[in-house]
Every structure is written in structure tokens, then in C-alpha cells.
């Protein structure tokens, strides 16, 4: 038992973090997700002069002008937001829960999705003023939603991981090296706790797949789907 627990007190596990993607230069923030999200609205707009999904919806009301707005010019939701008012079309959104992360995107950058959504489901079954009937719609509503808000996430993510072979550190051996910065002993076991939804560790070669768990579930692994 000594010798176990010797041998487990030299092995390292090495928490991931979103800051070890940023330092790759993705754009992986929920903030670049969502700008991304929204850009993908505009377009299909500015198309069909119509917008729906689980979360929001845009109808032309009036004039049918499409707009006319170089891509360069776009930096943030806020920007495309205005897009929508310049030329008098609202966005309706049909889940509080959502129209919280975009304006708390928006405020301070950054957002807790999973929390922001456990509060929503809260003030559902806490609301004085609403049946049960009416509570099941919400929630039903709220977890469409939700669900849609993933599938954009993975799908957000697999274009990213196709691109992460342009995004390498210039590191010789970067596997060896990442594994030696952390080692104690040239016997113990380097392993990865990834709080990330991409393949960085992996496709850039500091991890092999079983050195890797992937806490938040993967996109390209259907059974452990990012949650």
C-alpha cells in the first residue's frame, strides 16, 4: 500500500482550462461563440427576410429591406444587434433565459450558461403566478432551447477543431515537453482533466487520447456530447 500510494502521490493530473485554447488563438469564448451565432442569423436573414429557432425569431414587418453591411465592420453582437434596429426589426426572444446570456455577454463579457440556466428553471417552478400547465410549457420551452443552444455549440466547435492543425504552438516535441513540465519523477503518469470541448491537447500532439478526459463531454463523440 505505501508503494501505491508513493507512486500515486508522483503522478500529476493537469487541469485545461479555455485559457490554454485562447493561448492557441481560437476563438473560443462563449462571447466569440455567440458573435458567431449571430452572424449566422444576419446572413440567413438577409436571405429570407425571416428568422426562427427554439430561441429567437426576426419577421419582416413593413418594408422588406435587406441589409447591406460588410463583414468587416462587424465586431461584436452588439454591432450586429444594430443592424437589425437600423433598419426596424426587433428581435423577439423567446426564452428569458436566453436574452440573459446576450446581455450579460454584452455587459461583462463573459457568461456561466449552465448557471444562467439552473436559475431560469428555478424561477419557473418558483413562480407564484402561473399553473402547473403553464409551468411544463415554460420548461418545455426553456430545455428547446437549451437543446438548440448545444447543437449550435458542437457544431460551432467541429469548425474549429478542423482548423486546430494551423493553430500549433511552435514547441519541438510538444508532447515530451508539456509531459516533462509536469513531472516529478521519471516514472509518474502525466494525465489531463479537460474542461475544454476541443481537441488541442490531441490533434496538436501534447496528449494521446487516453491520457485525456474530457469533463464537459466532446464534440466529436456523440456518445459524450459536450454538456
Known sequence: ?????????????????????????????????????????????SRDFSYEDPLIK????GARIRPVVSSDNLQSISDILTVFERINKKIEYKIPFFRHIVTRIGNVG??????????????IFNHPSIDSEEKR????????GFRHLTNKLIEYIIRINKELSNQCI??????????????????????????????????????????????????????????
Not at 502521490?9 to 490554454?20: A, E
Not at 463573459?110 to 424561477?123: M, P, T
Request: hydrophobic share 40%; with cysteine.
Open 1 to 45: 500500500r505505501l508503494v501505491k500510494f508513493i507512486q500515486m502521490i508522483k503522478n500529476r493530473l493537469t487541469i485545461i482550462g479555455n485559457g490554454f485554447d485562447l493561448a492557441h488563438g481560437l476563438n473560443t469564448g462563449y462571447g466569440h461563440f455567440l458573435f458567431w451565432y449571430f452572424t449566422e442569423v444576419l446572413e440567413k436573414y
Open 58 to 61: 426576426i419577421v419582416a414587418e
Open 110 to 123: 463573459w457568461v456561466d450558461i449552465e448557471v444562467a440556466y439552473f436559475k431560469s428553471l428555478k424561477s
Open 137 to 144: 410549457k415554460s420548461v418545455n420551452r426553456l430545455n428547446a
Open 170 to 227: 511552435p514547441i519541438d516535441n510538444p508532447r515530451l515537453n508539456i509531459r516533462n513540465a509536469f513531472k516529478s519523477d521519471p516514472d509518474s503518469q502525466v494525465l489531463f482533466l479537460n474542461f475544454n470541448y476541443t481537441e488541442t491537447l490531441i490533434v496538436n500532439g501534447y496528449s494521446f487520447d487516453n491520457e485525456c478526459l474530457f469533463i464537459h463531454g466532446r464534440a466529436s463523440d456523440v456518445a459524450n456530447s459536450p454538456i
